[in-house]
């Protein structure tokens, strides 16, 4: 099993900038890569950005040059740098993680306010 913790989430104005992270634990030896989605009222689960085990990233259009994915292998951590951030992003966004399984966190909300 693989267990994702979210933290980093919060209130922030727009055009501001707030971190995510996610703490991985349990059979990380089981996991090809890592994501975040994110979730607004109403709408279906999206996916943000995905980074794979060798390092290479992808993102949906819309949060390409604002969003940044990055780990740090030694702290088994995963990150979502968020700048200029809109109203728009407001959602519960989710750590996930991919292998033989797809296992998720249980959110961090990020709300902005414009």
């Known amino acids: 099993q693989v267990q994702l913790v979210e933290s980093g989430g919060g209130l922030v104005q727009a055009g501001g900038s707030l971190r995510l992270s996610c703490a991985v634990s349990g059979s990380i030896f089981r996991i090809n890569s890592m994501a975040w989605y994110r979730q607004a009222p109403g709408k279906q689960r999206e996916l943000v950005a995905r980074i794979f085990s060798g390092g290479s990233t992808g993102y949906a259009d819309s949060m390409k040059g604002r969003f940044t994915i990055s780990r740090d292998n030694a702290k088994n951590t995963v990150f979502l740098q968020m700048n200029s951030l809109k109203a728009e992003d407001k959602a519960v966004y989710y750590c996930?993680?991919?292998?033989?399984?797809?296992?998720w966190g249980q959110g961090t909300q990020v709300t902005v306010s414009s």
């Open positions: 996930s993680a991919a292998g033989w399984s797809t296992w």
